[in-house]
């Protein structure tokens, strides 16, 4: 069966530092999401993608969030200086149509230190 | 602004005691409602979307329906296997999934 992939599973990173968080969509499916989950907290939007643009972002995606379909197959989510408050689980999801459920990846630890 | 409100917040059975869980929900135009199951330290696994009210789904041993503000997920005779935290969430006139703090089921042998 068709699923998200996303790598790595856990990333430590410095505060200050860049990190690139990367997905791989089920292959049919045309829209593209990051979510994030902060420990204990709810899951939270971040950013929703299609046809190589963003579509939707929330007030969390500030200018230090950007992503990118960089090929045919790999979506990623760039922090370009993490916080300690970025230390979460995000989540890559996707769907076949806006109103399609969203299948979401097993998700990357972020770590801030 | 939406909102979406999960009850209860942890809930315990014995295996084979059924029981619902709640999603009560405002949002301005209600495109889809979504149930997710999620275990620890994983990502949701998706169970149903609904999107009118009055539609119901069922999957082996869950049935999710929905009204116009609320939404259940019937458990019939859980199994410990059945233990999870059980995600709700609301698409209204956008693409994102706005999400409830989820209940966290226990089902004991």
């Known amino acids: 069966e068709p699923e998200v992939t996303q790598t790595p599973s856990h990333q430590v990173t410095q505060m200050g530092q860049e990190v690139i968080l990367r997905c791989v969509p089920i292959?049919?499916?045309?829209?593209f999401y990051w979510y994030r989950q902060i420990l204990g907290q709810k899951v939270e939007f971040l950013v929703s993608f299609y046809n190589n643009e963003i579509s939707e972002k929330s007030e969390i995606f500030d200018d230090q969030f950007s992503v990118e379909r960089p090929d045919g197959s790999n979506f990623t989510l760039k922090i370009r200086s993490t916080k300690l408050e970025d230390s979460a689980m995000y989540f890559c999801?996707?769907?076949?149509?806006?109103?399609?459920?969203?299948?979401f990846g097993p998700g990357t630890r972020l770590t801030v230190l | 602004e939406d909102q979406v409100t999960q009850s209860p917040e942890a809930l315990r059975l014995q295996e084979g005691e059924s029981s619902s869980l709640n999603c009560s929900y405002t949002v301005s135009g209600l495109r889809g409602l979504f149930w997710y199951r999620q275990d620890p330290g994983k990502g949701p696994e998706f169970l149903f979307t609904l999107y009118s009210a009055g539609e119901e789904k069922e999957k082996e041993r869950l049935k999710a329906t929905l009204t116009k503000k609320e939404s259940f997920l019937h458990i019939t005779a859980p199994k410990p296997e059945d233990s999870a935290t059980y995600l709700c969430?609301?698409?209204?006139?956008?693409?994102?999934?706005?999400f409830g703090k989820g209940t966290s089921l226990l089902v004991t042998p």
């Open positions: 969430a609301v698409q209204a006139s956008g693409y994102a999934l706005n």
């Open positions: 292959s049919n499916h045309l829209y």
């Open positions: 999801a996707s769907s076949l149509g806006v109103l399609n459920e969203q299948f």
